[in-house]
Each structure stands twice: as C-alpha cells, then as structure tokens.
C-alpha cells in the first residue's frame, strides 16, 4: 500500500524535482510548464500536494517550492520569523535567475507572498491571495488552530471532507505523522504567540501590481468577511468569492479555482493610471 506521501508525490509526477542550496538550506524545488512564469507558495500542510496546479501548465511555467521545514525542503531552526521566509524567497528567486513573476499563495504562502510583494513590488507581475493569513484582524477574529481537536481539524480546512481523504493514512503512517511534526512545528515557530504580523496592514499599499483575493465562502480558519479588510489596503485589488468551500478552495474546487486564477492572469494589465474599481462577487 503506497504511503499518503507516495499519493503527495504523485501529484508531481509532471514536474522536474530540483535540489538548491539556498544560505545553506537544501530547498526542493518542482517546475512543469511553458510561459511565464508562476510561483506557488503553499500552505502550512502539504500533505494533499499540488493535483490542482497541472491546470496552469498550458500556460505558465509553475513553480512549486517547499519552504525549508515543510515537505521534502529541508527544517532550518534559524528560520524562525516571516522576514526570514521572505529573504528565503528573494534568494530563491534570485538562485532560479526569475526577474518578474506571478505569485501565488495559499493561507501561510498568501502571507509570505504578500509580504514579499511589499518588499519587491516591482518584482511581481501579478499576486493572487488565497485565503491568506498574515493580517490581523481584531474584527473579524480568524480561528486558532491550537485550540482545535485534530478530529475536528478537517471541517475547519474543506467544507467537503471526502475531498481530503485519500490524503490522510488508513492506518499508522510513520511517514505522515513524521511530515506533521514537522510541519506543524515549523508553522509553531511563526506564530505561536502572535498568528500574523501587527504591521502588515502597514504597508499594504506598497504593493503595487493588481491582486486576486480568492476566498472560499465557508471558511472557518480565516472568515470570508476578512477579505473585506485586504480589499481596503491593497490599492488594485479585486475579490473572488467561491461558495461551497471552505479554507482550502484549490484543494476543494481545483478546476474552478484554478480557472479564476488563470483568467486573472491572463487579462491584460489595467492603466496605472485608471480608477480600479473594487469588486466582491460570488462564483
């Protein structure tokens, strides 16, 4: 019986697997595709791997990394702030010799790509927040998930838990529970007394490249109404809202998701110059 990390992995089996050392860091990196090029940052668990990014390659070249202490990246206990994941990434960008992309992120990766494209706003095409964490809002509290019991922890990812399971062990799976760990203690490391950075609302407006705010309607980790918030402070943003799904909406509703993705990639850029209207429909 193939092991959950045996099913992860082959949802790369399109991909070219690279190994860089990026400040002493043995980071994986999976690229597939022609085009320009997207980089997609993932979550705080990648057990349900990466099936929903073959969608892009018609017309992108994906880049998949693993942020070092997640997945098959190597841990660095050095790498213990955002900041450091954002430098982790203007490395690794500088390492694959990408000048300009499109970026993707999911829930932790949304917060490091956001992050990144305040830092270098001139560096990204195009930025896409899914679900992305990072921002605090007092207003709209998001879900700490120390404080939920593992058996409830699927309900609080995907609306639909059928979506995840043949992602999760039938049985004792060393491997899995060994990538949980790790994962889980990597994610500890960011924000165990403090789920966000304070001052990132800061400077959101620094990010200058229009922006995709893709948001399932049932999320229960980050609420819908948070996306109200980002709106606000990224200047040429827009929101997509997915009904039926929960935290997780390239896992739960791949096709649609990746195809509001790939439309917002695909439009021609908007004059700087013009109003850029903001707008919330659902899908």
Known sequence: MNSVLDR??????DFERRELKINGVSTIVYSAGVGSPLVYLHGSGTFPGFGFAKHWLKSHRVIIPYHPGFGESDDDSRIDSIN?????????????ELERVSLVGSSLGGWIASEIAVVQPARIEKLVLVAATGLIIDSVPSTDLYTVHPRDLL???????????????????????????????????LNWERSGNPKLGQWLHRISCETLL???????????????????????????????VGHLPLDEAPEAATKLVSDFLKEKPRSKSAAIPLEKRAS
């Open 8 to 13: 992860t992995k082959q949802s790369l089996a």
């Open 84 to 96: 450091d994941y954002v430098l982790h990434y203007l490395d690794l960008l500088d390492a694959l």
């Open 155 to 189: 309900s609080y990812l995907v609306a639909d838990q059928a979506v995840l399971k043949p992602f999760l062990p039938e049985g004792h799976d060393l491997d899995f529970l060994t990538l949980r760990y790790k994962e889980t203690t990597s994610t500890a490391r």
């Open 214 to 244: 893709l948001w399932g309607e049932q999320d229960r980790i980050k609420p819908v109404k948070q996306s109200d918030v980002w709106l606000a402070h990224i200047p040429n943003a827009r929101v997509e809202i997915m009904k039926g």
